[in-house]
Nanobody, 121 residues
Framework: QIALVESGGGSVQAGESLRLSCVAS????????MGWFRQAPGKEREWVAR????????AYSASVKGRFTISQDNAKNTPYLQINSLKPEDTAMYYC??????????????WGQGTQVTVSA
């Protein structure tokens, strides 16, 4: 059974940084695409960033571009999300997701349970 497990969240002050990781178990091939999402209390889930491990192409939502960096350790099949200059509005549960293939494109079939990021002013 494939499972994704996020880690790296925590409670920090505004302006600090965090690095989130997402470890996959039960799957040894390379993912076609991997992404990070977040959901703040009372809000809908928001897409944050995406990467295609095969060629390293990355994309970001406008709200995080310039502060967040998604990367991939292909040897470990693990994506990372470096979050810099954290703001209180970044407070949310952060989820990683993976899936897709060249035929159907980037679709997220597998999701982690989330890691909480809390930013205080």
């Amino acid at each position: 059974q494939i499972a994704l497990v996020e880690s790296g969240g925590g409670s920090v002050q505004a302006g600090e940084s965090l690095r989130l990781s997402c470890v996959a178990s039960g799957y040894t091939d390379s993912w076609y695409c991997m992404g990070w999402f977040r959901q703040a209390p009372g809000k809908e889930r928001e897409w944050v960033a995406r990467i295609f491990p095969g060629d390293g192409r990355a994309a970001y939502s406008a709200s995080v571009k310039g502060r967040f960096t998604i990367s991939q350790d292909n040897a470990k099949n693990t994506p990372y999300l470096q979050i810099n200059s954290l703001k209180p509005e970044d407070t949310a549960m952060y989820y990683c997701a993976a899936g897709g293939n060249p035929r159907i494109g980037c679709e997220y079939h597998y999701w982690g349970q989330g890691t909480q990021v809390t930013v205080s002013a």
